[in-house]
């Protein structure tokens, strides 16, 4: 059982960076430059909606919508696409 846990584990690890190269190449590609920019400060720094409408100078709900757009794009790049983004890495 042991040996079996390991081995699932290490397949995901691997099953899990090619999640993430595959995350970082559609967030580079298949995202607007806004989209982008909205997406990181909200996950990758923490920042609420409202901090970043704040920041610059737009509604809420901008940014609500902006974010929810690109999540939009990305999950269905992932989901569609992720045979592209394969052949294409390499």
């Known amino acids: 059982m ?38 990181l400060l909200y996950y990758s720094e923490g920042l609420n909606m409202r901090e970043i409408a704040d920041r610059f100078g737009v509604e809420r709900s901008t940014v609500s919508r902006t974010i929810h757009r690109g999540e939009e794009r990305l999950r269905r790049c992932l989901r569609y696409g992720a045979a592209a983004l394969l052949a294409r890495s390499g």
């Open 2 to 39: 042991a040996v079996y846990t390991r081995t699932i584990s290490s397949d995901n690890g691997a099953e899990h960076q090619r999640l993430k190269r595959n995350l970082i190449r559609a967030l580079q590609e298949e995202v607007t430059p806004l989209q982008r920019k909205y997406l």
